[in-house]
């Protein structure tokens, strides 16, 4: 019981920080920077809070775990660990304190000793290149940067012919975020190339297909908005600001005065026209992308770059939609249980949505005004402290490029040649100690999500995976 007591309050009070970190810094000393001007019936903090309450409540070893990592533990992991770790960079960014940044080295430890069993081997692993750079940056350990680096050269290497729609983009994530750290001339040119890649594939009315060119989808134009976004903060190209223009002013249309999203529209084409704006039914072999949870955030993120009303339109949908900082898979347009893609839609707590609406609603906060703010939460009890260096934005690379790089990363060997300007040294990350890891979902029992036991759905069908 003691050591039980021990657990909790320390989460308690890892919750109490983070109060503090996005609490306003109404009493900050005199010179201090000012805390960002987030207006006060703004629901982007709050939300953030809350959702930060349910992770720190739910977490196991440094990581909330969708339940259906049974099925597909790299889809599972990409879609809940990584979003986490990115969301607590950008709150990090935010303010910076030792109990978010542990936070990051938590959730970028448990990528890392997974590396093998994160990987696709595809264009979809630039979202983890892209998660350890931002870990690097937050935290300064080299490990996560050569791990990014590994990540990167096996992008290269299969990046000729596949950096095109979301997959591109995802890649160029990482090859953006290596030549923001490095000034790298072949991550800069696959990153221009997998932006330059687009335009073709832009529909009149501003849309982007999941795939199939021609198709229209809602879900995936929101995706490569909030992509196209993140990307330009590292690497500026003369095509991001006119597409996600257009991209805007087609959101601008399918989201109504309420927040909702609506996927069609009357036509005048012949009587009884409908025209679709969802991957399967314009045209596209996929599965159904309508009414996912997380797609409302990224609307917020891109309503938001462009400071339309609609964000709050938005925001109001889907705190309708919210329980406790967390959501189900979708909110409407539900699959048939026979369908094989329902096990990715059926969770009334799904820890991948809330993951993912974590990380979109922190990606937000750089468009506040304002920066660091200037008082800092205590750490909490049973945590280490932690140096708080931060890393330079550029690095010096000593040797040759293939020599920095190894097909995988060698914990063993966190001090790479790969060094920061102005002779920076890297803080080095605690251990972090191997045991289970809670997952959470309506497909586990109250007992099972407690005990974090993996025995659900042994033996289910693999399901297709899923893009964010």
């Not at 339309?308 to 339109?313: G, L, Q």
């Not at 898979?329 to 969770?347: G, L």
Request: some cysteine; charged content about 25%; aromatic content about 10%.
């Amino acid at each position: 019981m003691r050591m039980i007591s021990h657990t909790l309050a320390a989460r308690l009070a890892r919750a109490a920080a983070l109060a503090l970190v996005l609490a306003p810094a109404a009493n900050a000393p005199a010179g201090a920077r000012v805390a960002p001007e987030i207006e006060a019936r703004d629901p982007l903090v709050p939300m953030l809070r809350r959702i930060d309450r349910y992770l720190q409540r739910n977490e196991t070893d440094g990581v909330v775990l969708d339940w259906r990592w049974v099925i597909n533990e790299t889809e599972a992991v990409r879609l809940s660990v990584q979003p986490q770790l990115l969301g607590y960079v950008e709150l990090y960014r935010w303010h910076p304190s030792d109990r978010i940044r542990q936070d990051v080295v938590d959730r970028a430890n448990y990528l890392l000793a997974r590396y093998n069993q994160v990987r696709s081997g595809t264009v979809f692993d630039g979202m983890l290149g892209y998660c350890f750079f931002e870990a690097f940056e937050a935290t300064g350990d080299s490990a996560y940067f050569n791990a990014g680096q590994a990540v990167v050269t096996e992008l290269v290497s299969i990046a000729p012919g596949n950096l095109i729609l979301n997959g591109g983009l995802m890649a160029a994530m990482a090859f953006a975020a290596d030549y923001r750290l490095t000034g790298d001339a072949t991550a800069e040119r696959l990153a221009r190339e997998a932006i330059a890649s687009l335009p073709p594939y832009q529909n009149g009315d501003g849309s982007f297909p999941h795939w199939c060119p021609g198709s229209e989808d809602v879900s995936y134009t929101d995706w490569m908005a909030m992509e196209l976004i993140l990307i330009q903060r590292r690497l500026d190209h003369p095509f991001i600001s006119p597409m996600l223009g257009r991209m805007e002013a087609f959101m601008d249309a399918r989201v109504d005065a309420s927040g909702n999203t609506s996927y069609q529209e009357p036509c005048q084409d012949y009587d009884g026209c409908i025209r679709y704006y969802w991957s399967v039914a314009s045209g596209c072999d996929d599965y159904d992308t309508r009414a996912f949870t997380n797609e409302l955030r990224y609307s917020a993120l891109l309503f938001d770059h462009f400071h339309s009303p609609k964000y709050r339109d938005v925001m109001r949908f889907a705190m309708s939609r919210e329980h406790g900082g967390t959501w189900a898979d979708k909110w409407d347009f539900w699959p048939p249980p026979s369908d094989p893609y329902y096990v990715w839609t059926a969770a009334d707590t799904s820890v991948v949505n809330t993951s993912l609406n974590f990380w979109c609603l922190a990606a937000a906060l750089p468009e506040r005004s304002g920066g660091a703010v200037a008082r800092r939460p205590r750490w909490a009890p049973g945590r280490r402290r932690r140096d708080s260096c931060r890393p330079r934005p550029i690095l010096h690379v000593t040797g040759s490029r293939s020599a920095s790089r190894r097909a995988r990363p060698d914990p063993s060997r966190s001090r790479s040649s790969m060094r920061p300007a102005g002779g920076f040294e890297p803080c080095t990350p605690g251990c972090s100690k191997p045991a289970r890891t809670r997952r959470v979902g309506t497909g586990a029992t109250k007992r099972e999500r407690r005990a974090g036991s993996g025995s659900i759905l042994r033996g289910c069908a693999r399901a297709r995976p899923r893009g964010p």
